[in-house]
């Protein structure tokens, strides 16, 4: 059974700084890793989604990098900014989109 | 780009009454659609995949009774609660997918924030 984990489950820091969230799944036989951003009380904004057979993707100042191998996928944000604040999901695609627990994020000015 | 929509995006509940959410793609035909839930500070749960014009396919633990889904077009689904008590208070989001290339992609309604009194 797909467990996906993510760490940490919480993270502030002041704007300008390199981010780095990490992503574990337990089932390396997936076909994508697929990161999303929500918004308090919103949906799903997707951001980057990650081919099995690829090593990272970028989107302006996102990257996500994985690593099937080893279960892990990381999303680095590059100086972050207030608006990036969010929870940052990663799902595991088996099928079915696993979810893990999500990183709130919180850049203050 | 594609856009899925939620209807209603919040509502309030009588404990035992029914409560029924829609789910539309607004500008493409969804070959899936998923339905999730999310408690607070929780991840995203799948709860079932519903097809036109079949019966949906519950997740382990998920009632079909309580939970009904019905898919009645390629761009409508809808989420039915039954019987309503406070522990199914929640937000409900849906998916609906849809081939692009050779990749099936999903897109995510708003939600749908469900309070049971």
């Known amino acids: 059974k797909q467990e996906v984990t993510q760490i940490p489950a919480a993270l502030s820091v002041p704007e300008g700084e390199n981010l780095v969230l990490n992503c574990s799944f337990t089932d390396s036989a997936i076909y994508n890793l697929q990161w999303f951003r929500q918004d308090p009380g919103k949906g799903l904004t997707s951001l980057l989604l990650?081919?099995?057979?690829?090593r990272e993707q970028t989107s302006g100042r996102l990257n996500a990098s994985l690593d099937k191998s080893s279960g892990r996928s990381t999303l680095y944000i590059a100086a972050s900014q207030p608006g990036d604040s969010a929870t940052y999901l990663c799902a595991a695609d088996t099928d079915k989109l696993i979810f893990g627990t999500g990183t709130r994020l919180q850049v203050f000015p | 780009g594609a856009v899925v929509s939620q209807h209603p995006s919040w509502v309030i509940c009588k404990s035992g009454t029914s409560v029924k959410i829609e789910c539309r793609s607004l500008d493409f035909q969804a070959t899936t659609m998923f339905w999730y839930r999310q408690f607070p500070k929780q991840s995203l749960m799948l709860m079932a995949t519903s097809n036109e014009g079949s019966k949906a396919t519950y997740e382990q633990g998920v009632e079909k009774d309580k939970f009904l889904i019905n898919h009645a077009s390629l761009t409508l689904s809808t989420l039915t609660v039954t019987s309503a008590h406070p522990e199914d208070s929640s937000f409900y989001i849906c998916s609906a997918s849809t081939i692009e290339g050779r990749q099936e992609t999903q897109y995510f309604g708003p939600g749908t924030r469900l309070l049971v009194l």
């Open positions: 990650i081919q099995s057979s690829q």
